[in-house]
């Protein structure tokens, strides 16, 4: 798995990690509403820092970012997508995989637009959000607080 690097060269290691892999032809609501179960289902089974449990909040925001994560993928790459969800003791890291090489961009503010929103909506509920070369396409990861 993946390693972060903390503040003065020390190595975090997620303390629980876990990944599926949606193949193209399972695209769709389907495939969306899997992924959000598949992190509510992580979440509620392991606990946060200090032994306590993911509140029902961070598991319902957890569910809303993998969400818009997974329906750009579906709407926007070709081929399979992965998510990766690792636990630390004070956040959740989230990555999604998929095989287009571009980069969500998030829109200019307006009201009366209706949907696109997601990326604004990640950006708005996350510590941080970044966007990886993966050949044949990209990772978006996403932390988010668990506090």
């Not at 972060?4 to 892999?21: D, F």
């Not at 959000?129 to 932390?143: H, I, N, T, Y």
């Amino acid at each position: 798995m993946g390693e972060v690097i903390a503040r003065r060269g020390q190595v975090r290691r997620p303390s629980l990690s876990a990944s599926v892999v949606y193949e193209s032809a399972d695209a769709g609501d389907g495939m969306i509403a899997s992924a959000r179960d598949f992190t509510a289902d992580f979440l509620t089974a392991a606990p946060a820092g200090g032994g306590r449990s993911v509140s029902r909040e961070r598991v319902d925001i957890a569910r809303l970012v993998v969400s818009e994560l997974v329906t750009n993928a579906v709407r926007h790459a070709p081929g399979p997508c992965r998510v990766l969800l690792e636990l630390f003791e004070d956040a959740l890291e989230i990555s999604v995989f998929d095989g287009l090489d571009v980069s969500p961009v998030p829109r200019a503010h307006d009201p009366r637009r209706i949907g696109q929103h997601g990326v604004e909506i990640v950006l708005a509920v996350c510590e941080s959000v970044s966007v990886e070369p993966q050949p044949p396409g990209k990772r978006v990861r996403a932390r988010l607080s668990l506090a």
